[in-house]
Every structure is written in C-alpha cells, then in structure tokens.
C-alpha cells in the first residue's frame, strides 16, 4: 500500500498561473481531505469529500476548486495563483468520515 | 463555528520524564471526536490518539494517553516516558459529528532534551 500519495513535493508558481496538486490514495477511503499549513496557524480544511461526486467547503475555500470523480483521486485546482496561496498543502483520506485520518506527506507551494 | 485552543506554544521536557499537553475546545455539539496528531520535523502528520466524545473511558496508546474532561471541554496530552524521537510539533484536533469537519489548534512544539 502505498497509502495517501501528494505529487508534487514541491511546485513555484508566478501569480495568475493555474496548477493542479494531485492526491491519491489506495486504501478505498471514502472521506477524503485537503489542508493548508501556515506558520502559527495550524491546518485548516480547505475542501472535503464524503464519496464520490460529493464535495463540500471546509473553513478557507476561496481561490480552490476540487472534483471527486474517483473514490481514489482527490485533486486541488489553483484557477489564478496568489501570493496569498503560499502555504504547505495536505491531502488526507480515512474509511469513513468519522474515522482518523491518513496524511500525505504534503506539498509545498510558493507563488510569486 | 468550533474553536481549539492549544495555550501552551513550546513545551520542554528531560527523556524518560512525563510531560501533559493541554488542549481545550469550544462546541455546542454532542457529537464528536478528538484526536492528537505529531508532526515531526519531517513534517508528515502522524495520528497519535483518538477519542470518542460519547465514551468516558480515556484512550491510551501505549506511553500516550489522554485526559478528556467533557465538561470542562478539556483534552489533555500525556506522555510518558519521554523519548528523543517524540520531538515534534503535536497538534489537537476536533471533529464535528454533524459535518465531519476537523478543525485543529495551533500546536505545541514539544522538545524532549538528553
């Protein structure tokens, strides 16, 4: 297994560029999460998934979009990069919503 | 909205000592799951412990344990038995059991010093 797999580890952006960070996991999870890490300020949820075709905003979603079209596939869209979107970026999935989460090892993204 | 709240920034402690982590939250639901997450300098988010807010028993993982006091909306860290590689910044986080959604504290740096 090979469990919550992020790619890129590390990307820079120029402001106004798109890019797509990708997350994967092979575990059949149905709940599927992504984070933004910022010094002082802990995670906060960007975007979640419960399942397949099912997604919902989390705390900080402006300037992300997401789409679940597989239970393994979970991917984050910049449309227009920010400086603001500078951060460390986690993908997370568990079996269920009510279960704890498996973290991937994280993207880390600049835009300047 | 649910707030958690981790007072104690950076925390020290001498190996093989016992060291707590504080940990309070703020909801008005009855529903829910705690959890204490490490994040070593390798940065990966490991999870540390579990509880369920419906449970009154104590988790315990190991040297890890926790001291959930409900009503005191109070859940608290132990580690026994410090080690070296406990090093890291450890992080409290709520699950609300209407929306699923974690939200977490700021974290404590934890160094356990030789």
Known sequence: ?112 | AQTVTQSQPEMSVQEAETVTLSCTYDTSENNYYLFWYKQPPSRQMILVIRQEAYKQQNATENRFSVNFQKAAKSFSLKISDSQLGDTAMYFCAFMNGSNYKLTFGKGTLLTVNP
Request: charged content about 15%; overall charge neutral.
């Open chain 1, 1 to 112: 297994n090979a469990g919550v797999t992020q790619t890129p580890k590390f990307q820079v952006l120029k402001t106004g560029q798109s890019m797509t960070l990708q997350c994967a996991q092979d575990m059949n999870h149905e709940y599927m999460s992504w984070y933004r890490q910022d010094p002082g300020m802990g995670l906060r949820l960007i975007h979640y998934s419960v399942g397949a075709g099912i997604t919902d905003q989390g705390e900080v979603p402006n300037g992300y979009n997401v789409s679940r079209s597989t239970t393994e596939d979970f991917p984050l869209r910049l449309l227009s990069a920010a400086p603001s979107q500078t951060s460390v970026y986690f993908c997370a999935s568990s079996y269920s919503s009510r279960e704890s989460q498996y973290f991937g090892a994280g993207t880390r993204l600049s835009v300047l």
